[in-house]
């Protein structure tokens, strides 16, 4: 394990809480190369679950705790190429509060929320909203756009993941709405910030019967969405659904076994679909990630899963350069409890190379980009940082091949 050096800059404003940098524990001997890892959080817990670069500066969405004050509030953090901090941004109440994804279009950025903090909630159960938190680069919040109770119903509403496209903001996650249990939840917003269409899939008014849209991307007027959802009680299947731009259910598929599978994370080339996340019902461990290729038409082209003996899960999934960039955690390898893992494909599901990063306690990857040869991965880690729990940011920079896949 490498020495762990901690630079802490102690920032007690309610825009920006410690900023933490260091060195952790990486597997790696050749290929990809690690060139520097940051950490952000304070004394209590954080998670980084967002990145998207844009005119050579990273962005990062996720949640975070600050002490003295009660809740938890959604942070942006804006770096540089070199990792240096540029400005941090929170926002929520006293209540919980959280991004997930981010998506930029046209200097303007987009993060996927849960509010309870902000709800418009005539009951007063404190149930969440639905909610988009549009930026500038400068970091000033330009709007929120929410979506959530209604008059007489009470429910949780949620953004996962966000895109934005042709001026138009697509937004995916879970909304209890009516019926009781959580079911998947698609939003189409114009530019201006107005509701165009809503669209749910899954059973509905079905008590403990849960589905939730975790992940989206847009191919022209084609719109995928994936996530999970329980056809049976206590069964999770993975989905995937295509859309066309005005909303119209083009085919449904669902993918999964006896036990339990999501798919978390889809990213589109050319006319294929590709789509990652877990499975307890295949491969060689008890959970292990999965990655399916889809034709437009909704052909399944081929199906893999990748691990070890113990448990992994992919989260997120980047198309570069005609191949596969995976990013999600694992305990049959690395050092600790969990590591991140970063997996390298090629486009007939071959596995070119992986990596992992962590310590001693439960390390994950969330999301990661590729900008040329530079592979940038964010999340959240218990063995490094300043509190229970950082986010951490790394970049990595490709060069050749290493760890032959198991």
Excluded at 146 to 164: H, K, L, M
Excluded at 188 to 215: D, E, I
Excluded at 223 to 229: D, K, P, Q, S, W
Excluded at 337 to 357: C, F, M, Q, R
Aim: net charge negative; aromatic share 14%; charged share 20%.
């Amino acid at each position: 394990m490498k020495s762990k050096r901690f630079l802490i800059l102690v920032l007690w404003t309610i825009a920006a809480v410690f900023i933490v940098t260091g060195n952790a524990s990486t597997l790696s001997s050749s290929g990809p190369v690690l060139q520097w890892e940051r950490f952000w959080g304070g004394s209590k817990t954080e998670e980084g679950k967002g990145i998207y670069i844009s005119e050579k500066h990273i962005y990062v969405s996720g949640s975070t705790d600050i002490p003295d004050l009660e809740g938890t509030f959604t942070v942006l953090l804006k770096y540089d190429l070199s990792g240096s901090e540029i400005w941090s941004k929170i926002w929520g109440g006293y209540h919980y509060d959280r991004a997930t994804r981010l998506y930029i279009l046209d200097n303007n950025i987009y993060v996927a929320a849960w509010t309870h903090s902000y709800a418009d909630d005539p009951v007063g159960d404190l149930e969440a909203d639905a909610v988009i938190l549009e930026y500038n680069p400068s970091g000033n919040l330009q709007r929120c756009m929410s979506w959530g109770n209604y008059p007489g119903y009470s429910g949780s509403d949620g953004f996962n993941d966000v895109f934005a496209v042709d001026k138009d903001i697509y937004a995916v996650g879970s909304s209890e709405f009516s019926w009781g249990n959580p079911v998947s939840l698609l939003q189409k917003y114009n530019v201006a910030g107005n509701l165009m269409w809503t669209r749910f899939w899954g059973p509905r008014g079905r008590q403990n019967m849960h589905t939730y849209a975790l992940g989206i991307a847009i191919s022209g007027n084609e719109i995928y969405v994936v996530g999970a959802t329980e056809i049976t009680k206590g069964n999770l299947d993975g989905f995937i659904l295509k859309y066309d731009s005005e909303g119209n259910l083009i085919w449904e598929k669902t993918w999964g076994g006896s036990k339990h599978e999501a798919c978390c994370g889809v990213a589109t080339l050319g006319t294929y679909i590709y789509v990652v996340g877990y499975t307890n019902s295949f491969g060689a461990g008890g959970y292990d990630v999965v990655l399916l290729k889809y034709d437009s038409e909704g052909n399944l082209i081929w199906e893999k899963t990748w691990g070890g003996s113990k448990n992994e899960a992919g989260r997120d999934i980047f198309i570069s350069d005609n191949c596969l960039y995976v990013v999600g955690n694992t305990k049959s390898f690395g050092v600790g409890e969990h590591d991140a893992l970063i997996l390298k494909i090629d486009l007939s599901g071959n596995p070119i190379w992986y990596e992992t990063w962590g310590g001693a306690y439960c390390d994950v990857g969330r999301s990661l980009f590729v900008l040329g040869k530079d592979i940038y991965v964010v999340g959240d880690t218990e063995s490094f940082g300043a509190g229970e729990r950082d986010i951490f940011l790394l970049r990595y920079t490709e060069k050749k091949a290493h760890h032959n896949l198991p």
